[in-house]
C-alpha cells in the first residue's frame, strides 16, 4: 500500500508534488475549454433518478432521513443532455462521480470526470479534439494516436472476428491466449468480449501514445448512436494509454423512444440479474423528447490521466485521501 | 458454509479451489467503465504450494477456507509423523511429511513453530525466522582466516546444510535464517 510507511492513516498518500500536478492540470484543462469557447456547467451529484447500466453500481443516499432515495451521480451526462437540450450550447464539467463496488490500482469508488459536450460533432471529430486536449496537456508523447476500429482491433491483437463470433469462441480465444476462464458468464457474449478487450487486446495496445478504439459492437452502444452499414456499428469510442482505459465518449443518441427502449432493456437485466430495480431518468427522456441537438460528447478520468502524468501505477498515489483513508 | 464475495477479496484471504485450501497471494479489480467487471486473482494452494491466476466475474462468490495459523512448539519426530503441543491446552497434534516438508530440516525440540490448520488438520509448517543450531559436520577450519571471503558447507543437528565461513568448526553454534537458508552468525 503506498504511503504505508509515512506514519499513520490520517495523512495523504499523494504527495505534495503530485497534488501541484493535479492542480496544474484542473488549471490547464480550464484554459484549455475556456479558450474554445465551451461554458463550464455544474449539475446535482444527488438526483432522484439513476443510471441504469447492470454493470455501474449506483451508490445511495438521501436528502433527508426518511426522504426518497438520491442517488449519488456514476456521471453528469444526463443532467448535461438536459442543458443541451435547453439550448445551452458546448458545455464541460469537471465533478467528482461515484461508482460503487470499484475499488483498485485503477478504481476508487470516488473520482474526478472531466465530461464535455459538442454540438454539431461526430464521434471522429470529438475524437480529434480529445487528441488536441491530450497534446496539450501531455509532452510526453511523441507518437501520434492511433486509431484502430474495434473489430479491426480484435482482428489484429487477438486473431479474432468479432462480429461473427459467438460466446464460445471468444472463450475460446480467450483461453487460447493463457488466461484463467472465470465461470459464470454463459451465453453472455458481451462479458466475454468485455474480458477479451481487458485481458486480451488492450494489454497489446502500445504503451507510448493514445489509442482511440472506435466504432463498437452495437450491443455495446451504451448510449451512442448506431451508425447504419455492413455490420452496423454504435458510434462509441474510447481512449486508451497502453492498457489504461481513459476516456469513453459517443456520438450522442438522440432519439427518446430508442433511449427508453434502451433503459428498459437495461431494467429488464437488472431484474434477470437480481439486481435491485432503479428509477430511469424520465427528465432526461423528456429532454430528448423535447429535442436533443445534434452532438458528441465525452467522459474523461482525470486520476487516471494523472497517474500517466505524474507516472504513478497505482491511483491512490495520485489521491490526496483515497477511499481507505477517506 | 462460510463464503466470501469477490468485493471481500484482498491478499492473505483463505478460500476453497477446487476442494483444496488456497490463500489470495494478489487480487486485481478489472473492470471496463462500461461493461463486466473481473477479479483476476493470483491464488496459492496451500497444499502443494502452487501458485495458479483465475479470473472471476465481479460479485461472485467463494466458498471460505477454514484456515488458521497457531502457534506450537516441536516435540519430536518418530521417523513418520513431526509431533507438535500447543502451549496452552497442551493438545498434541502430529504433521505428516507433506506438511513438514521443507520446514523439517530445521525443526529443533522446544522451538516455536507456526503450523496452518485446515479443519483442524496440520497443513503447513513454518519454521522461526531465526534458529540457533549446532554444527555436526563440516571440513576444519583454516586458522587465522577469519575475515577474508571463502565460505564452506556445513551439515547442522537438524539436517540442514548451510554455507558458512572458512572459521566455523563443528560443534559450534550458528545463527541461521530460515527464510533464506543463509547463515547469520555465530552464538558464544
Redesign the interface.
Known amino acids: 500500500m503506498p504511503g504505508a510507511d509515512s506514519g499513520g492513516d490520517w495523512r495523504p498518500v499523494a504527495d505534495l508534488d503530485t497534488l501541484r500536478r493535479r492542480a496544474d492540470l484542473y488549471a490547464d484543462i480550464r484554459a484549455f475549454f475556456a479558450a474554445r469557447g465551451l461554458l463550464e456547467v455544474d449539475t446535482p451529484a444527488l438526483s432522484a433518478a439513476a443510471n441504469t ?1 447492470p ?1 455501474i453500481e449506483s451508490l445511495v443516499s438521501r436528502s433527508m432521513p426518511g426522504g426518497p432515495r438520491r442517488y449519488l451521480h456514476s456521471s453528469p451526462e444526463f443532467p448535461m443532455k438536459r442543458l443541451l437540450a435547453a439550448g445551452s450550447g458546448d458545455i464541460w464539467q469537471l465533478c467528482k462521480v461515484f461508482r460503487g ?7 476508487n469508488p470516488e473520482f474526478t470526470l472531466l465530461e464535455w459536450y459538442r454540438l454539431g460533432y461526430d464521434h471522429h471529430r470529438l475524437m480529434d479534439e480529445v487528441a488536441e486536449l491530450l497534446a496539450e496537456l501531455d509532452d510526453s508523447v511523441a507518437a501520434p494516436p492511433t486509431r484502430l476500429g474495434y473489430a479491426e482491433a480484435v482482428a489484429d491483437l487477438a486473431g479474432l472476428d468479432a462480429v461473427t463470433a459467438d460466446a464460445a469462441q471468444i472463450r475460446q480465444c480467450i483461453a487460447d491466449h493463457r ?7 454463459g451465453e ?1 457474449r ?2 466475454w468480449l ?2 477479451l ?3 486480451v487486446v488492450a494489454p497489446r495496445f502500445p504503451g507510448d501514445r493514445y489509442t482511440f478504439l472506435h466504432d463498437y459492437p452495437v450491443s ?1 452502444a ?1 448510449l451512442a448512436r448506431i451508425v447504419p452499414g455492413q455490420p452496423p456499428v454504435a458510434a462509441r469510442f ?1 481512449v486508451f494509454r497502453g492498457p489504461l ?1 481513459l476516456a ?1 465518449g459517443f456520438w450522442e443518441l438522440c432519439d427518446a423512444r430508442e433511449q427508453r427502449s434502451r433503459f428498459a432493456a437495461e431494467c429488464a437485466a437488472r431484474a434477470a440479474a437480481g439486481q435491485r430495480a432503479l428509477p430511469a431518468d424520465e427528465r432526461l427522456l423528456a429532454a430528448l423528447e423535447s429535442g436533443l441537438p445534434d452532438c458528441a460528447g465525452v ?1 474523461l ?1 482525470v486520476d487516471r490521466l494523472l497517474m500517466l502524468l505524474a507516472g504513478r501505477d497505482d491511483i491512490r498515489e495520485v489521491l490526496a485521501f483515497p477511499h481507505e483513508r477517506a | 458454509m462460510a463464503s466470501y464475495s469477490t468485493n471481500q477479496f484482498k491478499g492473505g484471504l483463505k478460500i476453497m479451489i477446487d476442494g483444496d485450501p488456497c490463500t489470495i497471494a494478489e487480487n486485481e479489480f478489472v473492470k471496463p467503465g462500461k461493461g463486466q467487471a473481473f477479479n483476476r486473482v493470483k491464488i496459492r494452494n496451500l497444499i502443494s504450494g502452487r501458485v495458479v491466476e483465475r479470473t472471476f466475474k465481479s460479485g461472485d462468490t467463494v466458498e471460505a477456507a477454514d484456515v488458521m495459523d497457531t502457534e506450537m512448539q516441536y516435540l519430536y519426530s518418530d521417523g513418520e509423523m513431526w509431533h507438535f503441543m500447543d502451549q496452552t491446552s497442551f493438545e498434541q497434534i502430529a504433521a505428516g511429511d507433506a506438511a513438514v516438508s521443507e520446514a523439517k530440516q530445521w525443526l529443533k525440540e522446544e522451538d516455536i513453530c507456526q503450523i496452518t490448520l485446515w479443519n483442524g488438520e496440520p497443513i503447513a509448517v513454518l519454521p522461526p525466522n531465526f534458529v540457533e543450531l549446532k554444527v555436526v559436520e563440516t571440513d576444519p577450519g583454516l586458522r587465522g582466516d577469519t575475515a577474508q571471503g571463502g565460505t564452506k558447507p556445513a551439515r547442522l543437528e537438524t539436517g540442514a546444510v548451510v554455507k558458512v565461513p572458512l572459521f566455523i568448526e563443528e560443534g559450534e553454534v550458528l545463527k541461521c535464517d530460515t527464510r533464506s537458508g543463509e547463515y547469520v552468525s555465530r552464538v558464544k
Open positions: 447500466d454493470h463496488a470499484e475499488i483498485g490500482r485503477r478504481h488466461v484463467a476462464l472465470p465461470e459464470g458468464l453472455d458481451d462479458a468485455d474480458l478487450m481487458a485481458s455495446q451504451a474510447e482505459e469513453n467522459a478520468g
